[in-house]
């Protein structure tokens, strides 16, 4: 496994052009293909195929308008291969002055230039108010 400046710079890039509400950027980094999964912080949030995935992703860029910001922080990146993956924490302000800050990842192939196949968001809920403890 190599660390992959490549790989963050993409995930810089995608967040920049969701702040932006530019849903293009949809169209240049999300295969079509039929594996494709995305699975986000609602529990209705569980997308499976490509064509599925980059409408639900352009829906959520362009419902931002430009107005929602997505920050990125920790950002790490790593490929094998064809294969790479990213992790980031996440700062999502809204324009009422709500943030939110979701854990996110992803998992991407190179296919004529690096495609998410998989991306997770996960908003961190302490084990204990949910009522997951251990022996």
């Known amino acids: 496994m190599e660390r ?45 195929g490509g064509e599925l995935a980059a409408e639900f992703l352009r829906s959520e860029v362009a419902g931002g308008g430009g107005e929602v ?9 790593y490929t094998e291969g064809d294969v790479g993956w990213a992790a980031t924490k996440l700062t999502i302000s809204m324009p009422d002055g709500k943030r939110v800050q979701p854990r996110w990842t992803a998992v991407l192939i190179r296919q004529g230039g690096w495609k998410f196949v998989q991306t997770h968001a996960s908003i961190a809920v302490p084990n204990g108010e949910v009522g997951w403890t251990y022996a």
């Open 4 to 48: 992959s400046p490549e790989i963050e710079e993409l995930v810089e890039e995608w967040f920049a052009a969701a702040s932006r509400g530019d849903a293009s950027v949809v169209d240049r980094y999300v295969t079509p293909d039929a594996a494709v999964r995305i699975v986000g912080s609602d529990p209705e949030e569980w997308i499976k």
């Open 69 to 77: 910001t997505f920050t990125p922080s920790e950002t790490e990146g």
